[in-house]
């Protein structure tokens, strides 16, 4: 059985450009939540789409958005990139409810 | 956002020992989650709670929810070196609608040969 399957695997970008990343769920699951990990603020909830509907969203800027496409298949973006927007990108599926609540290998994004 | 209060920071143990941890709230949770965490890798989950009380186990790892459903426990028994790596805790508030989870700020584990 796939896990859930993130691209790229790293990314080298510069200030002020945008970026998309973007979550394969596993076969079934129809929630996907996205986090960032940092050495110093952790694991933060960035947003989490079900059934192609945003649900819950964290304390992050507008620059942060994603969306789910109708295969449940998810993208971030992140607009006028910043250098503290370098950080561990994680992408979390989930069947019902939070049952099996997987996460990929994630994104390692750097800014510079 | 909301962080979860993981203890110990880090351990280091001998091959061999057992190793408790723990996450306390403020807030009531409906769910808790343990993770492990190795470099550059997502977290695998290694066990999740549902029931204040519950107990349960995954061969060498015992997690708890707790009574209060402000707290949860791992324990993991007779460490072996593959058990290095950073524990984390995952809550989710009873007020939240959908899959949200806060997280502790991770326990590092040394499992010293």
């Known amino acids: 059985k796939a896990g859930v399957t993130q691209t790229p695997r790293y990314l080298i970008k510069t200030r002020g450009q945008q970026v998309t990343l973007s979550c394969s769920p596993i076969?079934?699951?129809?929630?996907v939540s996205w986090y960032q990990q940092t050495p110093g603020q952790g694991l933060q909830f960035l947003f989490e789409?079900?059934?192609?509907?945003?649900?819950n969203k964290g304390n992050f800027p507008g620059r942060f958005s994603g969306r789910q496409f109708s295969n449940s298949r998810s993208e971030m973006n992140v607009s006028t990139l910043e250098l503290g927007d370098s950080a561990l990108y994680l992408c979390?599926?989930?069947?019902?409810?939070?049952?099996?609540?997987?996460f990929g290998s994630g994104t390692r994004l750097t800014v510079v | 956002g909301q962080q979860l209060n993981q203890s110990p920071q880090s351990m280091f143990i001998q091959e061999g020992e057992d190793v408790s941890m723990n996450c306390t709230s403020s807030?009531?949770?409906?769910?808790w989650l343990w993770y492990k965490q190795d470099p550059g890798e997502g977290p695998v989950l290694l066990i999740a709670l549902y029931k204040a009380g519950e107990l349960t186990s995954n061969g060498r790892l015992t997690a708890q929810f707790g009574i209060t459903r402000k707290d949860s426990f791992l324990n993991i028994s007779a460490s072996i070196p593959s058990d290095v790596g950073i524990y984390f805790c995952a809550g989710q508030p009873s007020s939240n609608t959908g899959n949200q989870f806060y997280f502790g700020t991770g326990t590092s584990l040394t499992v010293i040969p």
């Open positions: 979390a599926s989930a069947r019902r409810g939070t049952y099996g609540y997987t």
């Open positions: 807030s009531i949770f409906n769910t």
């Open positions: 076969s079934g699951h129809r929630s």
């Open positions: 789409y079900f059934s192609e509907t945003q649900r």
